[in-house]
């Protein structure tokens, strides 16, 4: 990973920030005025690596301030994310940074911790950018030859030159978000930011502030002005996916936004206004929506100027062994592996799988197949189990689980799970719970009411170990199976983040002192050494 750099004529400052970042295995570099940062960049120019991740630089400092610059650093290299140290004094006289495109704002005195994690943001902001750009450079114009999808490709070629609101319909895991980045490139905004928000992934009483930004004292926690996602989308687009799912007040808030360009800051008085075209996109009905009462009509109408749907994975079948071959490619450069081939066979299974997670579904099971298929051939005994689970039950090969008796699978299981690249942890290379051979594992279990509701492969797994446990009298069988699932949950999520306990916390949802108190309850402090 590149560097973060730290600009700071207090050498203390540096030493604090430095030795934090290299804590959390994040290298830096650090310079003490502002000629020396630019001369640096110049230098980088001819070699990327060498060039910042985030750039951290104080406001005040000797032979040039950090106001400029944060300035000539935006017009040679407008996504690098900056984030501007001050002290409380210079707050007032630092506001215009936003302006001039801040990522945020480091008060000094600082919480160190606190440092740490908005620096850890920028520099997560940043990667997510630099993917997304080289998806957009690398990723070939054509994503799919479906007559469904070639009808979608001609409405962002007619829509090329036009700045017209844009509402894109289609399941989750689509790619709705592909063609909004598309609809960017190909529009007269290109040389603009594209700025993405979910709107159903953010609490309802953030969101008005991710949106429209807020004043400094707004409410409990703004120490300082910051812009919203329609001022830092300014001069280019704006895409709100899961538009359905918005608040029905903000909703109102939005459609004069829309209306005129005009919105306020959470705790603002002075109207602001930003240039920005809106491309939303949902996997709801928006019309039934309506009829229910949930969703502003005049919104729906001031949205569906020009609507754009995008057909599930399954209207496209023909699409799928050239989606596989290029996520395969993808997976393996990302995971820095000799690409996979796959057979005739194993396309042919794969293609008849329905994908409940479309796209992205499959993109996933590529990345598990790039992990965890044995050979440079992927075989149909190789595919993951709930591909395996889908097809005749004459044709599953006795193969699809791993031969240590464990049950693994991909990490898109349903439509709602997400997978980021990273080595295999060994936790699941090795398989999560071993399977008694003598156990009886069922396919469903009984629901309330005598329904039988299918199990997961792991839940197999686990279902099997208990009874095994049970039928032989062992004692504490609750106490040990939560054991060995919490250890190797966290052992997961540590090798997932390389070690980084506090970005494992985040990630499972725990708090840093709860997974500081399980690794010592269950004794990995050696093994996350």
Known sequence: MKPIWIVDDDQSIRFVLEKALLREDLPTRSFTNTREVLAALEAANDDEMQGPQVLVSDIRMPGGSGLDLLDKIKQKHPGLPVIIMTAFSDLDSAVSAFQGGAFEYLPKPFDLPRAVELIRRAVDESQREEVAEERMQATPEMLGQAPAMQDVFRAIGRLSQSNVTVLITGESGSGKELVARALHKHSPRSNGPFVAINTAA?????????????????????????????????????????????????????LRVLSDGHFYRVGGHNAVKANV?????????????????????????????????????????????????????????????????????????????????????????????????????????????????????????????????????????????????????????????????????????????????????????????????????????????????????????????????????????????????????????????
């Open 202 to 254: 953010i609490p309802k009483d953030l969101l008005e502030s991710e949106l429209f930004g807020h004043e400094r004292g707004a409410f409990t926690g703004a120490q300082t002005m910051r812009r919203g996602r329609f001022e830092q989308a300014d001069g280019g687009t704006l895409f709100l996916d899961e538009i359905g799912d918005m608040p029905f007040d903000l909703q109102t808030r939005l």
């Open 277 to 529: 075209r809106v491309i939303a996109a949902t996997h709801q009905d928006l019309e039934q929506r309506v009829k229910q009462g949930v969703f502003r009509e005049d919104l729906f109408h001031r949205l569906n100027v020009i609507r754009l749907r995008l057909p599930a994975l399954r209207e496209r079948k023909e699409d799928v062994p050239s989606l596989t071959r290029h996520f395969l490619q993808q997976s393996a450069k990302q995971l820095g592996v000799e690409p996979k081939r796959i057979s005739d066979a194993a396309l042919s299974q794969l293609s008849a799988f329905n994908f409940p997670g479309n796209v992205r579904q499959l993109e996933n099971i590529c990345h598990w197949l790039t992990v965890m298929a044995p050979a440079q051939l992927i075989e149909p005994k190789d595919l993951p189990p709930e591909v395996l689970s889908n097809a005749p039950l004459e044709s599953v090969p006795s193969a699809a689980a791993p031969a240590s008796g464990g049950v693994v699978t991909s990490a898109f299981a349903t439509e709602t799970a997400h997978f980021e690249p990273a080595p295999a942890p060994a936790a699941v290379v090795a398989g999560t719970m071993p399977v008694a051979a003598t156990a009886p594992v069922p396919a469903a279990v009984p629901a309330p009411g005598g329904a039988a509701v299918p199990m997961a492969g792991w839940e197999q797994g686990l279902d099997a170990e208990a009874q095994a446990m049970l039928a032989a009298g062992q004692p504490d069988v609750w106490d040990a199976l939560s054991r060995r699932f919490e250890s190797h949950l966290i052992l997961t999520a540590l090798s997932f983040t390389r070690g980084r306990r506090i970005e494992a916390a985040q990630k499972l949802g725990i708090g840093r002192n709860t997974i500081t108190r399980k690794i010592a309850e269950l004794g990995l402090d050696q093994d996350d050494a």
